[in-house]
């Protein structure tokens, strides 16, 4: 991992438009490696998995943002634990995310035309010119904090309208809170969901956030990264044209990510 970290160090002091050629060579001619692994799960039965295909109602989304403002807060400030080889900020190479994103943004389009709006294709457009410096500032100008990094329905197990637990945390890193959330949002919320719904959730959690003990962070400052969270979230969707999505539920789940982050994009001017 320390090699790895060394690597991406390396990486960050090439130009964008180098790194964009190498990230191309590797994708095709790099093999990655496949190792045996064991997932040991508690039984939590009777309670049931997600479904981010199927989504869920406004009081499970409302629970689970609660839940994570917990989450966020246990580790906001001073708490915040010492970065390692096994966690890192997920700003330590905005310039090689940036690359890769130019590089996956035609497949994209290719592969999820159907979905994309025209708005939604501005915003594409507007990611080539600020996506480093927007990644920049979500990491070196907000409040950090441990986030999960794949908060999805998919992730978590549900007793009632209660989360009873949340697994997968493989993509564990330090980084924005809302991160977490605008993740969260764009991938769970109906598209007919009215903004102003959106806006309580928002209120719900940043409530949630403050009654765990944060008190440095403004909610109309929270409501405005939370606008450039969306953004950094679609140029990460961009990735899932060279992810294996496996059977036709893997498509399914991409698609309903696409359609319902576009519905949350419209808030955000092109």
Not at 57 to 82: N, Q
Not at 93 to 107: N, Y
Not at 190 to 205: G, Q, S, T
Request: charged fraction near 30%; include cysteine.
């Amino acid at each position: 991992m320390a090699k790895q970290m060394e690597s991406l160090r390396k990486a960050e002091r090439l130009p964008v438009w180098l790194l964009r050629i190498l990230t191309w060579l590797l994708q095709r001619l790099v093999t990655p490696k496949t190792r045996a692994s064991v997932l040991i799960l508690e039984d939590l039965a009777p309670a049931e998995i997600g479904d981010q295909v199927a989504g869920a109602d406004l009081e499970r989304i409302g629970a689970v943002l609660e839940l994570a403002a917990r989450l966020h807060a246990a580790t906001w400030g001073d708490r915040l634990p010492a970065g390692g080889p096994w966690l890192q900020s997920g700003g330590i190479a905005p310039k090689l995310f940036q690359a890769s994103f130019l590089g996956w943004r035609r497949s994209f389009l290719k592969g999820e035309g159907r979905n994309v709006s025209t708005h939604m294709r501005s915003l594409l457009d507007r990611l080539r010119d600020d996506g480093v410096a927007r990644n920049r500032r979500l990491h070196e100008e907000l409040p950090q904090c441990l986030v999960h990094g794949d908060l999805r329905l998919d992730n978590m197990f549900f007793r009632d309208h209660g989360v009873r637990a949340l697994i997968d945390w493989q993509l564990t890193h330090i980084g924005p809170a809302v991160a977490d959330v605008a993740y969260f949002i764009a991938g769970s919320v109906d598209p007919a969901v009215p903004e102003r719904e959106v806006e309580r959730l928002l209120d719900r959690y940043h409530r949630a956030l403050v009654a765990a003990g944060v008190d440095d962070y403004p909610f109309d400052r929270f409501v405005e990264d939370y606008d450039d969270a969306l953004l950094a979230v679609l140029g990460s969707v961009t990735a899932v044209e060279v992810l294996d999505m496996g059977d036709d539920r893997g498509r399914a789940l991409v698609d309903r990510m696409v359609t319902r982050l576009d519905a949350r994009l419209a808030r955000i001017p092109a």
